[in-house]
């Protein structure tokens, strides 16, 4: 919503007029009454005027944004709450730009709701369309002064950042797969699952502190017992990106098959986390993108970092990959040979390696499946295309549920 052009609401713009009339008539007339209803009339709209447009400052708009990182097709909360400065003016409208890339409404008239003591919330959603760090605002509200008779729009604040990651597509769990899944275990932590009971109590032995005397046990054996947490093995996977730019695949545009990729990435990940596992998102020369994604915290951490994750023109320096015991699924668009070059052997390590290559016309999976990878294409964009190549490569049934 653009600034009004004209700095006079109707109602000001009447009574202006009307004061202009009546101070000419009256001075036509000769009667000093009339001009001087006339002179105070138009001084009285031009005073609302000058309040308004040099009263103070707009003041200052906080927004916050939820969830503060989100997936392409989610929605997105925003609430701008706006402290006015010295302004002595009422608020009307309000609006604030919304870039491409993000689809909603975010302009609208103040309601009583909205405004407290000291300051207005305003609310409103947003869906993310595209990938990206999209910049949002500023707001602009809409003055008006006590009686309603001049207006003005100032820009409060600055714009604001919304991170959209890749579209999130739910594939079936590794769990549906034939055979083994890769529940190899490369660690053991003092990680409680949650809800089992991972403590155990054993004899106490010189050296142990008393803070960890198991009071109930020692009074059931009736010697001095300890507290002792099981070490609990957690399962490892590793997602790899390869973001190098191919070249040009059947007509698509290496744009769109880099999108395509990061949208296989995140859900990947998102399966592997929720079947149990902590993923490690890397990229092909090895550089670590997110080391440890393990819950939902750790998933929107992905979703950031893949929010802004641009493709190169070509890998700095390859390094093999380290060696994986648990699942290790490589997405790559147009350069299946380099890719799976890059990961050196690990495929031979991984107890499920993977490997999703994106476009519709895609080389080199043959050999790819004779290095031991278990391949599927993903020829579409989208929910289906991807989650029939999942399916294919981990050896489960496909189902044609949600996205």
Same mark, same amino acid.
């Given at each position: 919503?653009?600034?009004?052009?004209?700095?006079?609401?109707? #109602?000001?713009?009447?009574? +202006?007029?009307?004061?202009?009339v009546?101070?000419?008539?009256?001075?036509?007339?000769?009667?000093?009454?009339?001009?001087f209803?006339g002179?105070?009339?138009a001084?009285?709209?031009?005073?609302?005027?000058?309040?308004?447009? +040099?009263?103070?400052a707009a003041g200052?708009? !906080?927004h916050?944004?939820?969830p503060?990182?989100?997936?392409v097709?989610e929605?997105?909360?925003v609430?701008?709450?706006?402290?006015?400065g010295?302004?002595p003016?009422?608020?009307?409208r309000w609006?604030?730009?919304?870039?491409?890339g993000?689809a909603?409404?975010?302009?609208?008239?103040?309601?009583?709701?909205?405004?407290?003591?000291d300051r207005?919330?305003?609310?409103?959603?947003?869906?993310?369309?595209?990938?990206?760090?999209?910049?949002?605002?500023?707001?602009?509200v809409g003055?008006?002064?006590?009686?309603?008779?001049?207006?003005?729009?100032?820009?409060v604040?600055e714009? +604001?950042?919304?991170l959209?990651?890749?579209e999130?597509?739910e594939?079936p769990?590794?769990?549906e797969a034939?055979?083994?899944?890769?529940?190899?275990h490369?660690?053991?932590?003092p990680?409680?699952?949650?809800?089992?009971?991972?403590?155990?109590?054993?004899?106490?032995?010189?050296?142990?502190?008393l803070?960890?005397?198991?009071?109930?046990?020692?009074?059931?054996?009736?010697?001095?017992?300890? #507290? !002792?947490?099981? +070490?609990?093995s957690t399962?490892?996977a590793t997602?790899?990106?390869?973001?190098?730019?191919?070249?040009?695949?059947? =007509?698509?545009?290496?744009?769109a098959?880099?999108?395509?990729?990061?949208?296989?990435?995140?859900s990947?990940?998102?399966?592997?986390?929720?079947?149990?596992?902590?993923v490690?998102?890397?990229?092909?020369? =090895?550089?670590?993108?997110?080391?440890?994604?393990?819950?939902e915290?750790?998933?929107?951490?992905?979703?950031?970092?893949?929010?802004?994750?641009?493709?190169?023109?070509?890998a700095?320096?390859?390094?093999p990959?380290?060696?994986?015991?648990?699942?290790?699924?490589?997405?790559t668009?147009?350069?299946?040979?380099a890719?799976?070059?890059s990961?050196?052997?690990?495929?031979?390590?991984?107890?499920l390696?993977?490997?999703l290559?994106?476009g519709p016309a895609?080389? =080199?999976?043959?050999r790819a499946?004779?290095?031991?990878?278990?391949?599927?294409v993903v020829?579409e964009?989208?929910?289906?295309?991807l989650?029939?190549?999942?399916?294919?490569?981990?050896?489960?049934?496909v189902?044609?549920?949600?996205?």
């Amino acid at each position: 919503m653009r600034g009004p052009l004209w700095p006079l609401t109707a #109602r000001g713009t009447v009574l +202006f007029l009307a004061g202009l009339v009546i101070t000419v008539v009256g001075l036509r007339i000769g009667l000093d009454a009339v001009v001087f209803a006339g002179v105070v009339l138009a001084l009285l709209v031009l005073s609302c005027l000058v309040v308004v447009w +040099f009263g103070g400052a707009a003041g200052a708009v !906080q927004h916050r944004v939820s969830p503060d990182v989100s997936a392409v097709g989610e929605k997105i909360e925003v609430a701008a709450t706006w402290t006015p400065g010295a302004a002595p003016a009422g608020l009307t409208r309000w609006s604030e730009r919304v870039p491409t890339g993000l689809a909603g409404r975010a302009n609208g008239i103040v309601t009583r709701a909205d405004q407290r003591i000291d300051r207005v919330t305003i609310r409103y959603e947003l869906t993310g369309t595209a990938r990206g760090d999209h910049s949002v605002g500023p707001l602009r509200v809409g003055l008006v002064d006590a009686l309603g008779l001049a207006r003005r729009m100032p820009t409060v604040g600055e714009a +604001f950042s919304v991170l959209v990651g890749p579209e999130v597509h739910e594939l079936p769990s590794l769990s549906e797969a034939a055979g083994e899944s890769g529940g190899a275990h490369s660690a053991l932590s003092p990680r409680a699952v949650e809800g089992a009971d991972n403590l155990i109590a054993r004899p106490y032995v010189p050296g142990d502190s008393l803070r960890r005397v198991h009071w109930r046990a020692t009074a059931h054996r009736d010697e001095l017992m300890v #507290r !002792q947490e099981e +070490f609990e093995s957690t399962p490892r996977a590793t997602v790899i990106i390869d973001r190098v730019r191919p070249h040009q695949t059947g =007509g698509r545009s290496a744009a769109a098959d880099l999108e395509a990729v990061l949208a296989g990435a995140i859900s990947v990940v998102v399966r592997l986390v929720r079947d149990g596992y902590a993923v490690a998102l890397t990229d092909t020369s =090895g550089t670590a993108l997110v080391p440890d994604i393990a819950d939902e915290d750790g998933i929107r951490s992905a979703l950031a970092v893949l929010a802004r994750l641009q493709s190169v023109h070509a890998a700095a320096r390859v390094s093999p990959m380290a060696a994986e015991l648990g699942p290790v699924v490589l997405l790559t668009a147009g350069r299946v040979d380099a890719a799976v070059d890059s990961t050196g052997s690990v495929a031979a390590r991984s107890s499920l390696p993977v490997l999703l290559a994106v476009g519709p016309a895609v080389s =080199g999976i043959e050999r790819a499946a004779a290095r031991g990878w278990r391949t599927g294409v993903v020829a579409e964009s989208g929910a289906p295309a991807l989650r029939a190549a999942w399916a294919r490569a981990i050896g489960a049934e496909v189902t044609h549920g949600g996205s």
